[in-house]
């Protein structure tokens, strides 16, 4: 059975950073993709980023975070991670790792899920 665990929210004070880590279990972490999403209080989910199994290529969500936000994995410790920089208060949400099969945008491409971890960024 596939487990997601995400750590690392928390409050941060906007321009400051955080990183969140996803660890994942129960399957050979480094034969999947990883993807990154967030949502918002009364919003739908939104793709963050992605990553492929090997590390390469990343994507990221073109408006919103690119730029701010890396996308890395650590396949030694399952473990995937998103680096975000410049933080504002739009980028309230909670944030779920998804695994799948490749790192697309849609989050239906992912199979699992983690139950989330708040991010909340005070203006």
């Known amino acids: 059975q596939v487990q997601l665990v995400e750590s690392g929210g928390g409050l941060v004070q906007a321009g400051g950073s955080l990183r969140l880590s996803c660890a994942a279990s129960g399957r050979t972490f480094s034969s999947y993709a990883m993807g990154w999403f967030r949502q918002a209080p009364g919003k739908e989910r939104d793709f963050v980023a992605a990553?492929?199994?090997?590390?390469?290529?990343?994507?990221y969500a073109a408006n919103s975070v690119k730029g701010r936000f890396t996308i890395s994995r650590d396949n030694a410790k399952n473990t995937v991670y998103l680096q975000m920089n410049s933080l504002k208060p739009e980028d309230t949400a909670v944030y779920y790792c998804?695994?799948?099969?490749?790192?697309?945008?849609?989050?239906?491409?992912?199979?699992?899920w983690g139950q989330g971890t708040q991010v909340t960024v005070s203006s």
């Open positions: 990553i492929s199994a090997s590390g390469a290529p990343t994507y």
């Open positions: 998804a695994q799948g099969t490749k790192p697309e945008v849609a989050g239906s491409s992912y199979r699992y």
